[in-house]
């Protein structure tokens, strides 16, 4: 079965500069997550979304970054203008519906898209 | 959210069994209770996940006291290969709401 699959895996930008990474979930995951993970901390949830409705975007910078998932599938993170503090790994996971949860509570996540900020 | 809190770090020789403990003072009636762990330059894995008392799997096992305040992954006869970092995380899988947040960690190492 294949995994959650991000691109670029590196991207290297100047401030004020934008970017954008790509996120396809875990075919059938209605669940649809973006962490970031800056160098020695846990990750930090951004936004977390169903089909293509978003559930959780509390600590989601909304001046500079903005995220979507277009027909429940696909999802973009974009952050314009980019700032020295993004530098980090930004980290995409997919989960089955949450219903199903109860049985494993697992998340699948990609290998992540490393950002600098120079 | 219930909180976590888990050691910064611990050191274990190979061979040797090894307990991380996670506190969740204030762990809700519905939360349960999963671990992650992550290699470097690799997203965080799902190792196991449990409500209360024992669960067992193929890699580790998580206890879990009557109270539920805090939870205690066991990975038998770690390799080097177990060096990584281990998350603790409380959440209610019955809610479709409710985020799961990670802390910083516990950073094992496995020395020869």
Redesign the interface.
């Given at each position: 079965e294949a995994g959650?699959a991000q691109s670029p895996r590196y991207k290297i930008i100047e401030k004020r500069q934008s970017v954008a990474f790509w996120c396809n979930p875990i075919s059938g995951h209605a669940?649809l997550?973006w962490?970031q993970q800056i160098l020695g901390?846990?990750?930090?949830?951004l936004i977390?979304f169903?089909n293509n409705g978003v559930?959780?975007d509390s600590q989601l910078p909304k001046d500079r970054f903005s995220a979507e998932r277009l027909k429940g599938v696909d999802s973009t993170l974009k952050i314009q203008p980019a700032k020295l503090e993004d530098s980090a790994v930004y980290?995409c996971?997919s989960s089955l519906?949450?219903?199903s949860?109860?049985e494993?509570?697992?998340?699948?996540?990609?290998?992540?898209s490393r950002l600098t900020v120079l | 959210l219930a909180k976590t809190t888990q050691p910064i770090s611990m050191d274990s020789y190979e061979g040797q069994e090894v307990n991380i403990t996670c506190s969740h003072n204030n762990i809700a009636t519905n939360d349960y209770i999963t671990w992650y762990q992550q290699f470097p330059s690799q997203g965080p894995r799902f190792i196991i996940q449990g409500y209360k008392t024992k669960v067992t799997n193929e890699v580790a096992s998580l206890f879990i006291p009557a109270d539920r305040k805090s939870s205690t992954l066991s990975l038998p006869r770690v390799s080097l290969s177990d060096t990584a970092v281990y998350y603790c995380l409380v959440g209610d899988m019955s809610a479709g709401n409710t985020p799961l947040v990670f802390g910083k960690g516990t950073r094992l190492s496995v020395i020869a």
């Open positions: 959650v669940t997550y962490y901390q846990g990750p930090k949830l977390q169903q559930v959780d980290l996971a519906e949450w219903a949860l109860s494993t509570g697992e998340l699948f996540f990609g290998e992540g | -």
